[in-house]
């Protein structure tokens, strides 16, 4: 059994799940000890891909950021962090200074340098893409300990771009 902590909102939940068998989009998890089930559409598509899940066969429109940062339902945008109780390592938490690439695109500038302290929502880079350009915002507060992109380099979505401490 697998067990996990979802902090949604500033509000905790212990989540405890056996592994799904292969090609089943039906999973009985316990959550703070009470038993749900939950349906997902097509389990082996990307989380991103998830439009919408049944919660003991109540529908919900969900949308999921990849890095598991954030869950957007109709009542708007939620912060998330997920930590595998198990794990023998802590696991980075959601929002833990790693800045990626939310789409493909070229750097185009960065607007700081390794060394500057930041704090969470500033612009960081400039990530063109279809002739737009577009701001790539700091997740927290910290100063920049590493870039790993040069400006001109073409990245896709998913690459880490900037580290911040």
């Known amino acids: 059994m697998s067990k996990i902590l979802v902090t949604l909102n500033e509000k905790s939940y212990e989540i405890s799940f056996d ?11 316990q959550v703070n000890g009470e038993t749900v ?7 082996a598509a990307p989380l991103n891909d998830h439009t919408w899940m049944l919660v003991n066969e109540r529908p919900y429109e969900v949308m999921f950021d990849p890095d598991l940062r954030w869950v957007a339902g109709k009542k708007g ?10 794990a023998m390592s802590p696991r980075h938490h959601s929002g833990d200074g790693r800045l990626k690439a939310p789409i493909p695109g070229l750097i185009s500038r960065y607007l700081v340098r390794v060394g500057d ?12 893409a279809m002739k737009m350009e577009n701001e790539v915002r700091a997740p927290m507060n910290g100063r920049v ?21």
């Open 117 to 128: 302290q930041v704090t969470a929502g500033q612009p960081i880079v400039i990530l063109e």
């Open 37 to 43: 089930t939950v349906q997902i559409p097509n389990p």
């Open 19 to 29: 592994q799904p068998l292969p090609q089943t989009d039906h999973l009985t998890v």
């Open 145 to 165: 300990e590493a870039i790993h992109v040069k400006a001109g380099e073409t990245v896709t979505r998913g690459t880490l771009l900037v580290e911040i401490e």
């Open 77 to 86: 945008l939620h912060p998330v962090d997920v930590r595998d109780l198990e």
